[in-house]
């Protein structure tokens, strides 16, 4: 597999900078002990290809406490298992055998009526420019009964990031603030990326608020698609992605 297509290795180089390192859920490659250790500290997770995109083959693995077992939850479905042991084996049966996967922490996103979101953060620079910008931003809110937000596959939502803070449950924090953050943490994840590709102009990264707005970065694209920005009624943020990409 590529190097820049590769979740595992991606997550590791940009764990290894400290200002960026608790930005990043934890992650381990799938096994039953890594499974079983991230699921007793943090009580969900995900796993998930290490080769995959477009939220294909996501899984979502949460203890439900007690007596009640744990559920896995794939698309629109969910399962319900009376021990570890047997999520896992189901989890085993399922996923594809030629596909690597991991095990990371599950971030409880912040919801837009109820449902959780993230967003996808263009970040580029010009030919033979240094400074990075943040070029392009919108919210993809899931479809009913997914985790993923990814458009296609859960039928969910664009919207402005503005218009879904408004609308979500973090409503009540100052948006500026919560946008500055996001700025942030991506500006230095584009700085850190560079050093494993050196050239390379643009990163697509799929942020996430959790419910505190404390920022986290679910993963960094280096091919991303500008077709969210096509289908927004503004086309403003997709001329400037345009733009960039194809300035020399
Ligand atoms: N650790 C996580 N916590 C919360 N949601 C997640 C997590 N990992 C993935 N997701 C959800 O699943 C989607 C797809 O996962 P991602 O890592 O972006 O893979 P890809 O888009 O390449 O399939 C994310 O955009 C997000 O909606
Ligand atoms: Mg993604």
Known sequence: MKLSKNKWLKYKFMEESSSLASHLPRTQQFSYPSLQELINKYGQVVVKPIGGSRGRGVYQVRNLGGEHGYEVHIENKKLDFSSLDDAYSYLKNHISSSHNYMVQ??????????????????????????????????????????????????????????SALKESS?????????????????????????????????????????????????????????????????KKMYRRISSYKHDH
Do not use: C
């Open 170 to 234: 973090l409503r009540h924090k100052s948006k500026t603030k919560l946008t500055n953050r996001i700025e942030r943490v991506v500006l230095r994840t584009a700085k850190r990326m560079e050093l494993l590709f050196p050239g390379h102009r643009i990163y697509g990264l799929d942020i996430g608020f959790d419910q505190d707005g404390y920022v986290w970065i679910i993963e960094a694209n280096l091919f991303p698609s500008s077709s969210h920005f096509k289908m927004l009624k503004d």
């Open 105 to 162: 922490r599950l971030i409880s996103r912040a919801t837009v009526h109820g449902r959780p979101f993230d967003m996808r953060i263009i970040v580029q620079r010009r030919h033979h420019h240094t400074t990075w910008k943040v070029t392009g931003k919108v919210a993809k809110i899931a479809g009913k009964g997914y985790i993923v937000s990814n458009i296609g596959r859960s039928h969910g939502k664009l919207m402005l990031v503005r």
